[in-house]
């Protein structure tokens, strides 16, 4: 199971099709994808023009075509028109109210690595250089910060469990997972 979120990334002013609602400016958009168990960097895709390709549109012409029957990933509410097919969201339908702060857990730690990213100079920076090298250069930062995690700078743990689950009580109350 992975997380996926979409990050943006200034750039110098490049027509409608960049602009990003979250900077009011143009920017490159990329989808990063994370294992909820080991915090790992599993995806990456991108660049794309911020406004011309939203999360669902990216998630959809990629990462969607690569999920195995009954494979489902965790993500915001930017991704919910491919639940509960493909995407766990919070604003699914069929999303129990008793996993929403695990799941809130997922996209914040979702976040932290999008603000590991940010902590890079040149991904903080507004780019004002060819739009092809951002690309290599954010993937060479995405693989400079996946060796951090591997090295001992891990993300926080986010105590996923996905149900459907049950409390037993052993001394303590563990959760185990029901048979299907």
């Given at each position: 199971m992975v997380s996926c979120d979409g990050?943006?990334?200034r750039i110098?002013?490049?027509g409608r099709h960049f602009y990003s609602h979250k900077f009011k400016k143009s920017?490159?958009?990329y989808e990063v994808c994370i294992c909820i168990l080991s915090g790992d960097i599993v995806w990456l895709n991108g660049p794309f023009a911020a406004w011309k390709y939203p999360d669902l549109t990216i998630f959809c012409g990629s990462l969607k075509t690569e999920l195995r029957p009954n494979e489902r990933?965790?993500?915001d509410d930017g991704y919910v028109g491919e639940s509960p097919a493909h995407v766990k969201c919070p604003k699914s339908f069929t999303n129990p109210p008793e996993t929403e702060f695990m799941q809130?857990?997922?996209r914040n730690r979702q976040e932290?690595?999008?603000k590991r990213f940010k902590d890079w100079g040149f991904l903080r920076q507004l780019y004002r250089h060819d739009i092809p090298k951002h690309g290599d250069v954010?993937?060479?930062?995405?693989v400079v910060t996946q060796l951090s995690i591997s090295n001992g700078e891990k993300l926080?743990?986010?105590?996923?469990?996905?149900?459907p689950y049950t409390e037993e009580k052993q001394g303590d109350s563990d959760l185990s997972y029901d048979t299907l």
């Amino acid at each position: 199971m992975v997380s996926c979120d979409g990050t943006d990334f200034r750039i110098a002013e490049h027509g409608r099709h960049f602009y990003s609602h979250k900077f009011k400016k143009s920017a490159l958009h990329y989808e990063v994808c994370i294992c909820i168990l080991s915090g790992d960097i599993v995806w990456l895709n991108g660049p794309f023009a911020a406004w011309k390709y939203p999360d669902l549109t990216i998630f959809c012409g990629s990462l969607k075509t690569e999920l195995r029957p009954n494979e489902r990933v965790e993500a915001d509410d930017g991704y919910v028109g491919e639940s509960p097919a493909h995407v766990k969201c919070p604003k699914s339908f069929t999303n129990p109210p008793e996993t929403e702060f695990m799941q809130q857990r997922v996209r914040n730690r979702q976040e932290t690595m999008n603000k590991r990213f940010k902590d890079w100079g040149f991904l903080r920076q507004l780019y004002r250089h060819d739009i092809p090298k951002h690309g290599d250069v954010f993937r060479a930062i995405a693989v400079v910060t996946q060796l951090s995690i591997s090295n001992g700078e891990k993300l926080f743990e986010c105590g996923y469990r996905d149900p459907p689950y049950t409390e037993e009580k052993q001394g303590d109350s563990d959760l185990s997972y029901d048979t299907l």
